[in-house]
């Protein structure tokens, strides 16, 4: 099954940045929002920060002024840069694409961050 490719995880202590990266491969066109999500354990997966194709964007009220989603159209890519790190943002992180044809959305196998306090 075509996946998104995720790579930029890992461990960071607390206040650190830390940037992720989310790849399409070619056979995935036309990608309309694309997104991050994490799913921290016990916990529902929840929307941290989605960007449109024309470069809007939104975030969960946790994440605002810390972390910011971009994207590169050309190279199918989103990045998550996110800075001020904190213990609760520790989670695996999720890679999510849009698109207007079957199935409609793809998704990344998650990457694991965890930060210590």
């Known amino acids: 099954q075509v996946q998104l490719v995720e790579s930029g995880g890992g461990l960071v202590q607390a206040g650190g940045p830390l940037r992720l990266s989310c790849a399409a491969p070619?056979?995935?066109?036309?990608?309309?929002?694309m997104g991050w999500y994490r799913q921290a354990p016990g916990k529902q997966r929840e929307l941290v920060a989605a960007?449109?194709?024309?470069?809007?964007?939104n975030y969960a009220d946790s994440v605002k002024a810390r972390f910011t989603i971009s994207r590169d159209n050309a190279k199918n890519t989103v990045y998550l840069q996110m800075n001020s790190l904190k213990p609760e943002d520790t989670a695996v992180y999720y890679c999510?694409?849009?698109?207007?044809?079957?199935?409609?959305?793809?998704w990344g196998q998650g990457t694991q961050v965890t930060v210590s306090s």
């Open positions: 999510n694409g849009r698109v207007s044809y079957y199935p409609y959305m793809y």
């Open positions: 070619a056979n995935i066109f036309s990608i309309n929002a």
């Open positions: 960007i449109t194709s024309s470069g809007s964007t």
